[in-house]
C-alpha cells in the first residue's frame, strides 16, 4: 500500500511538472533538394548497411566504394556498435558464433565461447552475454576463456541493461496487475522499482544512452479530442531517479502523433549522449497502423530542449517500422535508406546534415534484406 501512494505522489508531481512546461518550439530546417554526393564528404568513416540479401556491407565514406563482408549475414539488432564506434559485433555466418570486428572487416576475434543469443556492448573493455536460456553475464573481453570470470545479472523480464552499470529497464507487473515498463537496481533487490509507461505496441520505444546516465522511452500523452486518441511523447529517467521528465509536447504543437514503429529500442541516442533522433508520424485517425500520415525526422537536445524537424525528406514506408537512424562518430550527421519515388535507384543510402538540414545521396541501391532497408552502423575507418 505504501508503494502504491509513493506511485501516486509521483504521477502528482510529474502532473504538475508536465503541465508548466506544456509549449515547445520546433524548428523547421528544410532542404528540399536531396544533394548528390560530393567528391569529397565530411565526415568520413564507414557505413555498414545491405546490398543485397546475402551479406553485411562496407561503405567507404572517404572511397566511395562499397563491398560486402564474407562470413557475415544482414543484421540489425543483434550488430552493435562499440562505445568508441571502432569495432562491431556480428553472428559469424560459418561458424554461428558471436564475433567482433573492425568496420572494415579486419582483425575478427569471436567473443563468446559457448552458445549465445546476443552479445553486447556494457563498456569498451567489458561485454553483456544473453544466452538462448535467458541468462546473461558480463565478462571483460581480456578473459573470454575464463568461465570463472562471468558475473552473472538477474535476467527475468529484463528488456534492456544500462551501460556501465546496474540499473535495468524491466516488464513487471503493478499493484493492479498491469504490466508496465520498470526501472529497478539489479545491484539492490531491495530498492523499490519506479513504473514507468505500459509496454503496448507502437508505444514501446525504450533506449538507454551510450552513457548510460539516462533512459529514453515513449509512452502516451494527452488526448487529441479531435481525433479520440492519445498521441506519444518521449520521457526521460535517470538512474536512481524516481520521477521521469517529459522530454516533448507534440500534443499542443501537432496535435496526436506516432513516434518510431514498433521496434523496442528504436530511440537514437548521439554518441555524446545529449541529443535524441527519431521518426515523428503524423495521425490522420484512431489506428496507429492504418490512420498515418507522412514521417519526419526530428532531433531533441535533452539540456537546452531545442527541437529541430527536419522535413527536407519525408516519407510514408514506416509501418510497422520507419527506416533506422545512426549518428556519424563525431555527431554531425544522421544515417538512414529512404526512397524517393520514381527515381528507379532504389533505397538510398542518405546521410543528414545537422546544421544545414541538407540531405545527401551517398549511395543508393540499399536491399531490405530483413523485410525492410536500414542502416547498421557508422563507425571509424581503423
Known sequence: MKRWHFFLIILLAMSISFTAHAQQDIEQRCQQAIQ???????PGGIILTAFDGASLWVYDIDQDTRYPLP???PCLANCHLSPDASWITYLNADTGIFSMMRLDGTQRAPLSAG???????WSQDRILVWTP?????????????????????????ILAI???GYYALALLADSQGQLRRALINLADEEQSPVFLAPDVPYF???????????LAYVGRGALDTSLDVAGAEIY?????????????????QYGAVRIDGYVPNSLSWSPDSTRIAFWVIELI?????ANTGTAELHVLDINTGQMVAYCGFVTNEHTPNPSRIVWSPDGSHLALAGNVPGDDKGYLLLALNLETGVFTELSNGIFPALGRPDVVAWGNKP
Open 133 to 157: 536460456d535467458h541468462r546473461t553475464y558480463l565478462r571483460s573481453l581480456d578473459d573470454l576463456d575464463v568461465e570463472e570470470s562471468r558475473e552473472y545479472l538477474p535476467a527475468e523480464g
Open 36 to 42: 548528390p554526393r560530393p567528391a569529397s564528404f565530411e
Open 162 to 164: 544500462q551501460p556501465n
Open 71 to 73: 562470413e557475415t549475414r
Open 204 to 214: 514501446n520505444g525504450a533506449t538507454w544512452s551510450s552513457s548510460g546516465s539516462y
Open 115 to 121: 552458445a549465445a543469443f546476443d552479445v553486447q556492448w
Open 285 to 289: 485517425g484512431p489506428d496507429y497502423e
Open 236 to 252: 526521460l529517467i535517470q538512474p536512481g531517479s524516481a520521477i521521469p521528465r517529459q522530454l516533448t509536447y507534440f500534443s499542443s
